[in-house]
Nanobody, 118 residues
Framework: VQLQACGGGSVQAGGSLRLSCAAS????????RGWFRQAPGKERELVAA????????RYADSVKGRFTISRDNAKNTVYLQINSLKPEDTAIYYC????????????WGQGTLVTVSS
């Protein structure tokens, strides 16, 4: 599956963004999906993941209550709603696909940059 992420941008702290990740291929609903981020000088981290059906989600502790992951299998798209943005959320955000939410991720999008100013 090929992934294309978009929706990043520059916002002030407290603002919101919605990232989207469109997938090509007919097997979209066969994959769990995740959003990762990598800040300058830091390792990539998983921030949110969603199961194939959308019935199970998980979040990193640092984003719980502010980030919401969702998916629309009819549109082959996964979303990440980001609210109450903080400067420490500044990073490149990547979407990825895996056989399940706890599997290794096997397909990656190109990343979209989120910059949060204080």
């Amino acid at each position: 599956v090929q992934l294309q992420a978009c929706g990043g941008g520059s916002v002030q702290a407290g603002g919101s963004l919605r990232l989207s990740c469109a997938a090509s291929g007919r097997a979209f609903s066969s994959y769990a999906r995740g959003w990762f981020r990598q800040a300058p000088g830091k390792e990539r981290e998983l921030v949110a993941a969603i199961s194939r059906s959308g019935g199970y989600v998980r979040y990193a502790d640092s984003v719980k209550g502010r980030f919401t992951i969702s998916r629309d299998n009819a549109k082959n798209t996964v979303y990440l709603q980001i609210n109450s943005l903080k400067p420490e959320d500044t990073a490149i955000y990547y979407c990825a696909a895996a056989p399940s939410v706890y599997s290794d991720y096997i397909s990656w999008g190109q990343g979209t940059l989120v910059t949060v100013s204080s």
